[in-house]
């Protein structure tokens, strides 16, 4: 079956990982608080800090003990749906202020100009929010690539190890899952994605990861490669 959409996570994959751990979480870590204290009584910062208050139990009242919960969260890299929603609101005014560009390898766009003049679908599917995606490519060093994609998912679909988020992205786009490949960097995320029919390839960025992508590729039950344009679709 023909390959008629495809699917990319970003950090790792689509962009490095020193982004992330090198940019955002600190930055997070800095400012988030004040952000918090500033724009508390903005409807979607409120909305964000009261499903903060019914997941922890912590008082709506009590915007230090959230303020110290939401950090921790950043520590520990928690995927938790309201703090990205509120990381999402902080980087989109230090993207504008121009304090920071989101990392993009430089053989990503061209492969996926080509993808996309060949009519299949982009999509994104990440941890983040999907405001803090479309400010990634947005904000790249390669430029806007905005319109490079059809749409995009996080963690609200489920989460990126459960195969049933991605029976749930198949039904969204209206494709069956084998005319769908996802692209990734991490193996419970190719594996849930395999799982529920999908086609997957691994990313293994050397410069990201200790992994040897010529050991992992001779058991991997993934196509294995180290750039976008090893990547084969039919």
Do not use: C
């Not at 992992?216 to 090893?230: C, E, G, I, Y």
Request: glycine content about 6%; aromatic content about 10%; hydrophobic content about 40%.
């Amino acid at each position: 079956m023909k390959i008629a959409a495809i699917v990319t996570d970003i950090e790792g994959t689509t962009g490095g990982t020193g982004f992330s751990y090198d940019v955002l979480m600190p930055y997070s870590l800095k400012h988030l608080g004040a952000f918090v204290r500033e724009h508390q009584e903005e409807r979607d910062v409120m909305r964000a800090l009261v499903k903060v208050s019914e997941m922890t139990g912590i008082p709506l009242h009590n915007l230090d003990g959230i303020i110290r919960q939401l950090a921790q969260w950043i520590r520990d890299e928690d995927a938790v749906t309201a703090l990205k929603t509120l990381q999402g609101m902080l980087w989109e005014k230090a993207y504008k202020q121009g304090l920071f560009q989101s990392h993009v390898y430089p053989d990503v766009p061209a492969v996926l100009q080509h993808w996309q003049q060949e009519e299949r679908n982009l999509y994104v599917y990440s941890h983040e929010s999907i405001k803090a995606q479309q400010l990634f490519f947005r904000y790249s060093t390669e430029g806007d690539m905005r319109l490079l994609f059809s749409g995009y998912y996080d963690s609200t679909i489920g989460p990126k190890d459960d195969l049933q988020s991605y029976v749930r992205i198949a039904e969204a786009i209206a494709l069956k899952p084998k005319a769908i490949l996802y692209l990734s960097d991490d193996r419970g995320e190719l594996d849930a994605a395999a799982a529920a029919g999908l086609n997957t390839t691994w990313l293994i960025r050397p410069q990201d990861t200790s992994l040897d992508p010529e050991r992992v590729r001779l058991k991997s039950p993934h196509p294995v490669v180290t750039s976008f344009d090893q990547i084969a679709v039919s």
